[in-house]
């Protein structure tokens, strides 16, 4: 298994541009959530979704949208990026919501 | 007020020494679980260990443990024989309630260890 895989690593955007932060998992895991990490704090829940067709907010999720039209991906777009959202993402996902989240790799976003 | 606090921003042990680091929580929910993570200076985060509320014992995972006093609600991390691959940032996470939008990990601020040879 890849387990939870992120793509891009690294992505430079301008602001107002937009783009998709891609997350897959071969888990067959039905929770998926997408957080970020500012730097010297811990990870805030930006959305989540506990099955295909499924998504809800969490903390933080004015300028994010997401959909999970198959179990196994869950991408996160930024409808047009802010310096505020500078930032790692990461994705995780859990074989149910109450089970033990495991995370991807990261994506490393600087919004110019 | 702060769901998870992690008082200590940086530790120091020596190598093979044990380390402990400490982990505060805030709920009213009497059904919740406790984690922590590691991330390594590469960026990603890796689970360690998991408490659940119920739980009679503490969580051992290896040179891992999790000791956790509910009355005082703390759930610090201990770290036997440490090793230089454990230098990283720690995380101390919670989950509360028994529904799928209970299921948010809310995180901590981190301590960074480090481990001297």
């Known amino acids: 298994n890849a387990g939870v895989t992120q793509t891009p690593k690294f992505q430079v955007l301008k602001t107002g541009q937009s783009m998709t932060l891609q997350c897959a998992q071969d888990?067959?895991?039905?929770?998926m959530s997408w957080y970020r990490q500012d730097p010297g704090m811990g990870l805030r829940l930006i959305h989540y979704?506990?099955?295909?067709?499924?998504?809800d907010q969490g903390e933080v999720p004015n300028g994010y949208n997401v959909s999970r039209s198959t179990t196994e991906d869950f991408p996160l777009r930024l409808l047009s990026a802010a310096p505020s959202q500078t930032s790692v993402y990461f994705c995780?996902?859990?074989?149910?919501?109450?089970?033990?989240?495991?995370f991807g790799p990261g994506t490393r976003l600087t919004v110019l | 007020a702060q769901k998870i606090t992690q008082t200590q921003p940086g530790m120091f042990v020596q190598e093979k020494e044990a380390v402990t680091l400490d982990c505060t929580y805030d709920t009213s929910d009497p059904s919740y679980g406790l984690f922590w993570y590691k991330q390594p200076s590469s960026g990603e985060m890796i689970f360690l260990i998991y408490?659940?509320?119920?739980?009679?014992q503490n969580a051992t995972e290896g040179r891992y443990s999790l000791n956790f006093q509910k009355a005082r609600k703390s759930a610090n991390l201990v770290i036997s024989a440490s090793q230089l691959g454990d230098s990283a940032m720690y995380f101390c996470a919670m989950r509360e309630g028994l529904s799928a939008s209970g299921s948010r990990l809310t995180f901590g601020e981190g301590t960074q260890l480090t481990v001297n040879p």
């Open positions: 408490q659940g509320s119920y739980d009679q």
């Open positions: 888990m067959n895991h039905e929770y």
């Open positions: 995780a996902s859990s074989y149910g919501w109450s089970d033990t989240q495991y």
């Open positions: 979704s506990v099955g295909a067709g499924i998504t």
